[in-house]
């Protein structure tokens, strides 16, 4: 059974002196109950952004339920449904997957 979820060797650059995520692989099998932790800085929005197509990949492999979210996106974002990136007032990034939300206050 194919994954719903396989990131392999993603990188994400955003300038030469920022490195947000570096060689990370896993995956996620359907069904699947699956948290993503880690310490401020680790890359986590970065790797959310990566698989829902808001941050562009700088090398690696996303694919969602075998849908390349590079070369097939419009096939993985259905995959993925609609996706939304709310700031707060304190610029925390609120990913929310569904209907559209109201600005979020800072908790």
Not at 18 to 28: R, W
Not at 45 to 73: L, N, P, R, W
């Amino acid at each position: 059974m194919e994954p719903a979820l396989e990131i392999k060797n993603l990188r994400k650059v955003y300038n030469p002196s920022h490195l947000a995520v570096d060689d990370v692989s896993f995956s996620v099998a359907p069904g699947e109950f699956f948290g993503f932790l880690g310490p401020n800085g680790a890359g986590k929005s970065t790797t959310i952004h990566c698989i829902t197509g808001i941050a562009a990949i700088t090398s690696g492999t996303i694919k969602v339920f075998g849908y390349d979210v590079v070369e097939q996106y419009r096939d993985a974002r259905k995959q993925i449904g609609p996706f939304f990136t709310l700031l707060t007032a304190c610029g925390t990034p609120w990913l929310i997957s569904g209907k559209p939300m109201p600005a979020l206050a800072c908790l």
